[in-house]
């Protein structure tokens, strides 16, 4: 385990709780509790905005897209980000005017309905529902894999952690926290990106647009955890443990040409050079065509158009109905307010997800065997 991971996430943690209970002293009323007041700034907001849109799903999930199928799945930081443009134009200034506190009472006051706001409460829990738990799940394995914690430990620090700052502080608490969260998982990110760059640009590891397939750099042993299935597309020469191809191996194994099954628990060591097998559900791409756009279709090589039509849609218009988002709109004290708020929040976003991105092409580079 590293040394100082521990200590950073008892400092995170510490750094979180202290935060939170500077709003705490600052939650006086109702208002104060539920939008602050009304009297975020433009710039602050942004940063809570972008410090809760940015979880697990955003630096995670989108290095590992990029690394696993390249330039189609651009799209999803692209999406994500302009999202906010939709947002700008037909939300952010319409809700901070309504005066209202929730979107269901939002919904009610322009359209007069108490049954919709009922259902717009449901889809209200349920988004939330299904936006908490991956992060849940996220903090669970994170904690795991730093610190050797159980799984479940991880899920109930963050709830722990997240509950006590909402329930004594409210919204203030929230802002200051995910504003202070923002930009340390930028810092965070950015930094590292920075040496890593500069160690590609000068180690001499190779390009990503070749016509070559992934290699290994060096002697690599990859423990399987799951069984998994993959292809090689030439011979491969490597040492086995565990049960590979329904047989039980303690020694050297020669791959031929084809598909072949590793169990779970099995080891395999593959020498420096040796060309990494691909997962029999993925497409099998070369470097040319990971790079090149409408190769990979995001995993539908099939239907690539359709799939990248597809993803630019359901992002575009998929931030519109985030309520965790959308709530931070009445934290503004006007609509001009709101509109600025969302310009700011493009800039950051798009700073942000230049380095998950960048994750994803080094890590296609330096750890393919992922």
């Not at 640009?201 to 002697?219: A, I």
């Not at 020469?237 to 303690?250: H, I, N, S, T």
Request: a neutral charge.
């Amino acid at each position: 385990m590293n040394p100082y991971a521990l200590p950073a996430i008892v400092l995170v943690t510490v750094a979180t709780l202290v935060i939170g209970a500077y709003g705490v002293r600052l939650a006086r009323t109702t208002s104060d509790f539920l939008v602050a007041s009304r009297t975020v700034s433009p710039g602050w907001n942004a940063s809570a905005i972008s410090g809760e849109y940015l979880s697990a799903a955003s630096f995670l999930g989108v290095a590992g897209l990029v690394m696993k199928f390249g330039a189609d799945v651009l799209w999803y930081p692209v999406g994500f980000t302009a999202g906010y443009l939709a947002m700008l134009l037909f939300v952010a200034a319409p809700l901070r005017r309504s005066g209202a506190f929730t979107l269901p009472d939002f919904a009610e006051a322009r359209l007069g309905s108490p049954r919709l706001r009922l259902l717009c409460a449901g889809f209200v829990v349920l988004i939330g529902w299904l936006y908490l738990v991956p992060q849940l799940r996220g903090a669970g394995l994170t904690l795991g894999t730093v610190t050797g914690a159980p799984y479940w430990l991880g899920a109930v620090v963050v709830g722990v952690v997240v509950t006590a700052n909402v329930a004594t502080g409210g919204m203030r608490s929230i802002t200051f926290v995910q504003a202070f969260q923002y930009w340390l998982k930028l810092t965070a990110l950015a930094v590292p990106a920075f040496f890593l760059l500069l160690v590609w640009r000068t180690g001499g590891v190779g390009e990503l647009t070749s016509e070559s397939v992934p290699t290994f750099r060096e002697l690599t042993t990859v423990q399987i955890d799951v069984a998994v299935r993959v292809t090689v597309t030439g011979l491969v020469d490597l040492r086995a443990e565990g049960v590979v191809d329904g047989a039980v191996v303690d020694g050297p194994l020669r791959w031929m040409p084809g598909s072949h099954e590793a169990a779970a628990g099995a080891e395999l060591t593959f020498p420096a050079g040796a060309a990494v097998p691909h997962a029999d559900a993925l497409a099998a791409l070369d470097n040319d065509d990971w790079a090149a756009p409408l190769s990979s279709g995001g995993g539908h090589p099939d239907h690539p158009l359709f799939a990248t039509y597809s993803l630019i849609l359901a992002t575009f218009l998929g931030t519109m109905g985030l309520p965790h988002v959308l709530v931070r709109f009445y934290t503004n004290p006007d609509g001009r307010a709101a509109r600025r708020t969302t310009v700011v929040v493009l800039a950051l976003l798009g700073v942000f997800y230049l380095f998950p991105t960048i994750y994803g092409a080094l890590g296609r580079l330096y750890t393919p065997q992922l």
